[in-house]
């Protein structure tokens, strides 16, 4: 039994379609909030139970039987993030699970200018400590983010923000398919965190511009806005100071080339390549 939790969140269900490729429904369940959003999953033959990182008691029932257990990420940073983490390990543990996948990032570390990548060290730390093995998937950057770091350039041609960085950008459905794909593997074959899950190409947002350019046939144009402007804006627009710190983080850790990294293993875990940025631009602009 393989339990994924936020099965009803966007990498969590798609990771449950891929494992439902792969194995048999009654080997896939999934631990969500509103068991009500999973009623497809649950009629399909997967098994629905009710689960709360908060709750401790939910989760153990929600875990009873597994071998392995998704765990993805909350979503919250700093130390709330590692105590709803270790909630997730804990009952994995009690529920006599033998291992635990957690949805990393290939920058991971507690050194990085981006905080999130501080929640996932110190989650993948929490690991080692653990009693459990565990596969750390250090994912590369969903590419749908770019829709929101490009703002307005898909309407303008014009990419305002800080300068950045080459950023390997992968999909969720890509990242989707490696999951699974460790999930019903060789067990052992990742032990700790995984190489980096990339795409095989990393591009700063001039180059995403270009390709947007050539995709719509407009003029491209990158305007570096400088990082206190750039804040600037981001307070008027009213978004909390965290939010805003966490921006800044990533233009900043993308500078210093966090993020520049390349490799085939993600790949390899498909069977294929990766889709490329280009194919995520032309299915945003088809969405603007």
């Known amino acids: ?29 999934v631990s969500v909030r509103d068991p ?4 497809d999953l649950e009629a399909r033959g997967v098994r629905v139970r009710q689960g709360d990182f908060a709750d401790a008691v939910a989760l153990r029932r929600a875990f009873e039987g597994a071998s392995q257990v998704l765990l993805v990420s909350s979503g ?18 009690d529920a006599g699970a033998r291992r635990v996948v957690y949805t990393s990032h290939m920058a991971a570390s507690l050194d990085s200018l981006f905080p999130p990548m501080w929640t996932h060290a110190a989650t993948e730390a929490m690991l080692r400590e653990s009693e459990l093995a565990f596969t750390a998937l250090r994912n590369g950057f969903y590419g749908d983010s770019t829709r929101f770091l490009m703002g307005d350039a898909f309407r303008t041609g014009e990419v305002n923000a800080p300068q950045d960085g080459p950023v390997s950008w992968t999909t969720h459905a890509d990242l ?7 999930l019903t593997g060789e067990q052992g074959r990742f032990e700790g965190p995984t190489p980096p899950l990339l795409a095989p190409e990393a591009l700063d947002l001039a180059q995403l511009g270009e390709q947007l350019a050539e995709l719509t046939g407009r003029p491209s144009r990158r305007v570096v806005v400088p ?20 921006m800044l983080g990533l233009f900043a850790a993308a500078r210093r080339g966090e993020f520049a990294a390349t490799d085939p293993m993600l790949g390899e875990l498909l069977g294929r390549t990766p889709e490329t940025m280009r194919g995520v631009l032309a299915r945003q602009l088809a969405e603007v």
């Open 1 to 29: 039994m393989i339990i994924v939790t936020g099965g009803t969140g966007k990498l969590g269900r798609a990771i449950v379609e891929d494992l439902l490729r792969r194995v048999p429904a009654d080997r896939v369940g």
């Open 36 to 39: 009500g959003r999973a009623q």
């Open 76 to 93: 919250r940073l700093g130390e709330e993030a590692v105590r709803l983490h270790r909630n997730v390990v804990d009952a994995a543990r």
């Open 176 to 182: 989707a398919g490696a999951a699974a794909a460790v």
């Open 227 to 246: 990082d206190a402007e750039y804040r600037a804006g981001l307070v008027a627009r009213g978004l909390p100071p965290e939010r805003i710190e966490t």
